[in-house]
């Protein structure tokens, strides 16, 4: 079975500061994991996804996350917040002979000026 | 390449009707996954595609079905609507089978009354 947990449904930080997203995961085979951003009335945008290998993964618009095998956790971080940042953010994962993901609730970032 | 186009955008359906949604995947994507969104459930997994063939099934009644073409454009079915089948309805093309990044249509925003 799999889960993903993220921590604090609503964040909010300054412009130009560190932002930090927490999800936590479980499961039972080696495990996928992605992180998605959805701003209003849109789908959602691969932001980046760990299979093996490096822990840290570099995705698109300055975000990276580390795989703590350790800790089960695919924090999202981005060093300096743009206000163009504002949306919600999803992790997800998936694992063995399948394309599903399991979805978080969601974390919806707000970037305050 | 253009994106996973999602027809409608945008319906209104009447309690006991039947709803058809569209999908049509990124060019040379054979795998296609389906989603709903709502703010109580949030993101759950619906189906899974993969060259016409049915792959995984989300815990969804029986109401809820889908069908892929052999040109990979997918769509999905529900009948006997009811109101908690309001929901954003996602796509989402896969360039493969196992654990691959999947990109998401705009959805499609059901609304039953």
């Known amino acids: 079975a799999q889960s993903v947990t993220q921590l604090g449904s609503h964040v909010s930080v300054s412009e130009g500061a560190l932002v930090l997203l927490r999800c936590n995961y479980s499961s039972s085979v080696p495990p996928y994991l992605f992180w998605y951003v959805q701003y209003p009335n849109q789908g959602l945008q691969l932001l980046l996804k760990y299979t093996t290998g490096a822990t840290l993964v570099k995705g698109i618009n300055g975000f990276e996350a580390e795989f703590k095998k350790s800790e089960t956790s695919f924090h999202l971080t981005k060093p300096s917040a743009h206000m163009s940042d504002a949306a919600e953010y999803f992790c997800a994962v998936s694992g063995g002979a399948t394309n599903k993901l399991i979805f978080g609730t969601g974390t919806l970032l707000a970037v305050q000026p | 390449k253009a994106g996973v186009t999602q027809t409608p955008r945008y319906l209104i359906k009447t309690r006991g009707q039947q709803v058809t949604l569209s999908c049509s995947p990124i060019?040379?994507?054979?795998?296609v996954s389906w989603y709903q969104q709502t703010p109580g459930q949030g993101l759950q997994f619906l189906f899974e595609y993969f060259s016409e063939t049915q792959r995984n099934k989300g815990n969804f009644p029986g109401r809820f079905s889908g069908r892929q073409f052999s040109n990979s454009r997918s769509e999905m079915n529900v009948s006997t609507l009811e109101l908690g089948d309001s929901a954003l309805y996602l796509c989402?093309?896969?360039?493969?089978?196992?654990?691959?990044?999947?990109?998401f249509g705009p959805g499609t925003r059901l609304t039953v009354t």
């Open positions: 060019s040379g994507h054979r795998s």
């Open positions: 989402a093309s896969s360039p493969g089978t196992d654990n691959y990044e999947q990109y």
